[in-house]
C-alpha cells in the first residue's frame, strides 16, 4: 500500500537498556513474522487482501460475453455511429486482395490490379488509388473522417487516455507487430481538447454525487498521494472520501512550484484548500474529519476555519505503532515473554476503541484493564473483563505484576503522550479506502514511475475518480446457477488458503454514457 510520508516517529517509550541482552536471531525472526501475520509485508492494511490475488491467473467467467458498452445505446448521431461502429485490425495483403476482386463505382468495370497504389500519408489508416479497365480514377480508404481527422486514430487516442494506458507503452507494443499508429506528439495535442469533455463530466458527476449526500452530517477521510517520493515530489493528489459510502466527493492535485519546489508542504495546502470548499462552499455537511497520524493535518485541524470539527486519527496506524512498540522490546530476551501478548493486546486496542461509543474516559478505563488481565486477573476496580470465561487466553505466560516485563508494559500503556492522544480514536475510524484507491484505481491510471506534464496529472486522477465512483458498489459475480462466485488464493500474508468474493466485471457505464 501506498502510505502517506507524515507519520511520525514511535512512541517515547524510556526503557532500561544497561541490562537487556539482545535475543537471538530465531527471536528475532519470530517477532517479525508475527508483526508481518498481524499488518501484512509491505505494511498494508490487514483488510486488504487484493494484493494477494494473481490477477493474470484469475478466471474470467465473462471472457465469452459481449463487452461491447455501446450496444444498448440508443443515438443515432453522427458521433455515436462511429463510436458503435466494430472495428478490426486487417492486413495489408488482405486490404490489396479485396481492392484486386473489387469494381469501379462508375462504369462498374474491374480495377486494374497494377494500377493499384498507396496515397498520401493517413493516421492510423492507409490510403490507395486505383484505376479501372475504362480509365476512371479511384480511391479507398481506410478510416472515416470525423471533423477532417481520422476516426480511427481518434479512437486509438480515446482508448489510450480512457484505459490509463500510456502512448509510449502503446506505441512500442504496437511496432512489435507493425502496427500503423498516429504520431505520440499529435496524441498530446489532442489529450488537451479531449480533456475538456472529460472534466465538463467529471465536474457535473461530483456535484451529483455531493447533491445526494446534501444535508447528511458526513464523515470525511483525507489523505495525500505524492508522485514519488515526499522530497522530491512534483506533483501530489488529495482525495476527500465519505467515509460510509466511500464516494470521493472532492479532489485537490498540487503542483511543487507552487510550494517552491519544497514539496512537504503541498499536503497543508491541499488539504487546507480542499475542506475550505467542502466545509463553507459546497452543500455537504461535515462534522468529522478523519486523516493519519500526520502533525501538519493534526495542527490545521486546531485553526479557525475547522477547529469545530471533530478530528479522528486511522485506528490502524495507531495500532501498528503499538505492536511495533511492543516487538521492539520484546526483541530483548528479558521481555521475551511480551511476544506471547502482541497479539492480544493490539486486539485489545481495537476493541476499547470500537466499543468506547466515543467517550475517551470509558476508552481509557477499557484500555488500561489490560493491565489486569496479563496478570489472570479478569475482575477490575469498578468492573471485569468482558471476555466470556471460555475465552482462548495465552496460556502459561501470565505476566507477574513484579516482573520487569510487565512493569515495562505498564510504561508503553499509560504513557502520557500515548494516552493524551485517545481523544483522536474514541469514533474507531479508518483510511483504508482511500488507501485502497491510491494503490490499485489511481497508481493504474497515474503510476508513479512516469513522469506527467501537469494537465496530463490532472485528467488521469479525474479518470481515476471517475473509474472508482462508478465500481465501488458493483454486486459478487454469480455463477449460471446463482451462487456467489468465489476465487481462493494463498495469502502471502498469512500463509493460508482466503477466499475472496469476487465482484463483476467493470462496464465503465460513464465512457458510452
Given amino acids: 500500500m501506498e502510505m502517506n510520508e507524515e507519520r511520525n516517529g514511535e512512541l517515547p517509550m524510556d526503557f532500561d537498556h544497561d541490562h537487556i541482552e539482545h535475543c537471538n536471531t530465531e527471536t528475532e525472526e519470530e517477532v517479525d513474522n508475527l508483526i508481518r501475520d498481524i499488518f501484512g509485508e509491505d505494511g498494508e492494511h490487514a483488510d486488504i487482501v487484493e494484493d494477494d490475488v494473481e490477477i493474470d491467473e484469475l478466471p474470467n467467467a465473462e471472457s465469452d460475453i459481449d463487452s461491447n458498452i455501446w450496444s444498448n445505446i440508443q443515438n443515432d448521431s453522427e458521433e455515436y455511429q462511429h463510436l458503435k461502429e466494430r472495428k478490426f485490425v486487417v492486413g495489408e495483403k488482405a486490404i490489396l486482395d479485396l481492392l484486386k476482386r ?85 496524441f498530446y495535442v489532442m489529450q488537451h481538447q479531449y480533456s475538456t469533455a472529460i472534466k465538463s463530466y467529471f465536474l457535473s458527476h461530483i456535484d451529483k454525487a455531493r447533491q445526494s449526500l446534501g444535508g447528511i452530517p458526513l464523515s470525511i477521510a483525507v489523505d495525500v498521494r505524492y508522485n514519488s517520493p515526499g522530497f522530491s515530489a512534483n506533483k501530489s493528489t488529495a482525495v476527500f472520501m465519505d467515509s460510509k459510502t466511500h464516494t470521493i466527493l472532492h479532489l485537490e492535485i498540487g503542483d511543487s512550484r507552487e510550494v517552491d519546489r519544497h514539496s512537504p508542504r503541498m499536503e497543508k495546502i491541499l488539504v487546507e484548500k480542499g475542506l475550505k470548499y467542502l466545509v463553507h462552499h459546497s452543500p455537504l455537511v461535515i462534522w ?107 496460556e502459561n505466560h501470565w505476566l507477574e505484576r513484579d516482573s520487569a516485563a510487565f512493569k515495562e508494559l505498564t510504561k508503553i500503556v499509560t504513557n502520557k503522550e500515548w494516552c493524551g492522544s485517545m481523544e483522536y480514536y474514541v469514533n474507531c475510524q479508518q483510511t483504508w479506502a482511500i488507501e485502497i484507491f491510491f ?40 455463477t449460471m446457477d446463482g451462487i456467489v462466485s468465489a476465487q481462493c488464493q494463498v495469502s502471502r500474508r498469512t500463509k493460508q488458503w482466503v477466499a475472496y468474493e469476487r465482484k463483476k466485471e467493470k462496464n465503465f457505464p460513464y465512457i458510452a454514457g
Fill in 288 to 394: 468529522e474529519v478523519i486523516s493519519d497520524a500526520s502533525r501538519t493535518i493534526t495542527a490545521l485541524m486546531k485553526t479557525d476555519p475547522f477547529k469545530h470539527l471533530k478530528h479522528s486519527l486511522d485506528v490502524w496506524h495507531k495500532s501498528k505503532k503499538l505492536a511495533s512498540s511492543l516487538a521492539e522490546l520484546a526483541r530483548k530476551s528479558a521481555f521475551k515473554v511480551l511476544l506471547y501478548w502482541i497479539k492480544p493486546i493490539v486486539n485489545h486496542f481495537w476493541w476499547c476503541c470500537n466499543t468506547c461509543n466515543g467517550k475517551v474516559d470509558r476508552l481509557l478505563k477499557r484500555w488500561v484493564g489490560i493491565l489486569h488481565h496479563v496478570n489472570n486477573n479478569h475482575v477490575l476496580p469498578g468492573g471485569r473483563c468482558f471476555h466470556p470465561e471460555t475465552a482462548n487466553m495465552v
Fill in 439 to 478: 494503490s490499485h484505481t489511481l497508481l493504474h491510471y497515474c503510476p508513479k514511475r512516469n513522469s506527467y506534464s501537469y494537465d496530463s496529472y490532472c485528467i488521469r486522477n479525474v479518470l481515476a475518480v471517475l473509474d472508482h465512483n462508478h465500481h465501488k458498489d458493483r454486486e459478487a459475480a454469480t
Fill in 102 to 186: 473489387s469494381s469501379c463505382k462508375e462504369c462498374k468495370e474491374p480495377v486494374d490490379p497494377s494500377s493499384i497504389t498507396e496515397g498520401e500519408k493517413i493516421a492510423s489508416g492507409i490510403k490507395f488509388k486505383f484505376v479501372c479497365k475504362n480509365g476512371h480514377e479511384g480511391k479507398w480508404i481506410s478510416t472515416p473522417f470525423y471533423g477532417a481527422r481520422s476516426v480511427v486514430n481518434m479512437m486509438l487516442q480515446l482508448m489510450v487516455l480512457l484505459s490509463g494506458m500510456s502512448w509510449e507503452n502503446f506505441a512500442m507494443g504496437a511496432s512489435f507487430i507493425n502496427l500503423i499508429i498516429g504520431s505520440g506528439r499529435h
